[in-house]
T-cell receptor, first 110, second 112 residues
Framework: EDKVVQSPLSLVVHEGDTVTLNCSYEVTNFRSLLWYKQEKKAPTFLFML????IEKKSGRLSSILDKKELFSILNITATQTGDSAVYLCAVERGSEKLVFGKGTKLTVNP | DGGITQSPKYLFRKEGQNVTLSCEQN?????MYWYRQDPGQGLRLIYY???????QKGDIAEGYSVSREKKESFPLTVTSAQKNPTAFYLCASSKMRGYEQYFGPGTRLTVT
């Protein structure tokens, strides 16, 4: 059975801290791994990763994929209160469908 | 502005009634998707469509139906056969296979 596991499920930090969110997966016919940020309603797209070892970066956020060990990490440096959200990891299978993890709820306190 | 719209934001229904959730996109995307999100759970795929007049069941299609008569529109009907319909429903679209999906704002359905 395909599965995507995110850890931790919940995390509370102070502004300025650096956080690392984890996503491990077991899916058939892996095509890509995606990260989304969900604040209150619609998840917003952050990154799509298809190749191992190539870091994707956007401002204070970065992500990398390890296809050998079947995991990805999402790093957020110098966290701000606006980073508080649920971060979703999803893996696209060969059938073109996404399998989502349960998400990591990040709370950044001032 | 290009985007995905879902209506209504909140919907209340009595048990035994069918209800249709709207999803429209003006991104010229070929593929559209419906997901359900329950508290503490990941998003689960209900139905998806890659082209007009064609759609496929996702992982939890029982009790739901869809249509794709126009490229821009992918309405979801929650039928009375769906045993636990109360949930947050998200619609998404993507350019085509292999591209990231973009999500609408969601509809929170409550059935009592």
């Amino acid at each position: 059975e395909d599965k995507v596991v995110q850890s931790p499920l919940s995390l509370v930090v102070h502004e300025g801290d650096t956080v690392t969110l984890n996503c491990s997966y077991e899916v058939t016919n892996f095509r890509s791994l995606l990260w989304y940020k969900q604040e209150k309603k619609a998840p917003t797209f952050l990154f799509m990763l298809t190749s191992s070892g190539i870091e994707k970066k956007s401002g204070r956020l970065s992500s990398i994929l390890d296809k050998k060990e079947l995991f990805s990490i999402l790093n957020i440096t110098a966290t701000q209160t606006g980073d508080s959200a649920v971060y979703l990891c999803a893996v696209e299978r060969g059938s073109e469908k996404l399998v989502f993890g349960k998400g990591t709820k990040l709370t950044v306190n001032p | 502005d290009g985007g995905i719209t879902q209506s209504p934001k909140y919907l209340f229904r009595k048990e035994g009634q069918n209800v249709t959730l709207s999803c429209e996109q003006n991104l010229n995307h070929d593929a559209m998707y419906w997901y359900r999100q329950d508290p503490g759970q990941g998003l689960r795929l209900i139905y998806y469509s890659q082209i007009v007049n064609d759609f496929q069941k996702g992982d939890i299609a029982e009790g739901y139906s869809v249509s794709r008569e126009k490229k821009e529109s992918f309405p979801l009907t929650v039928t009375s056969a769906q045993k636990n319909p109360t949930a947050f429903y998200l619609c998404a679209s993507s350019k085509m296979r292999g591209y990231e999906q973009y999500f609408g704002p969601g509809t929170r359905l409550t059935v009592t």
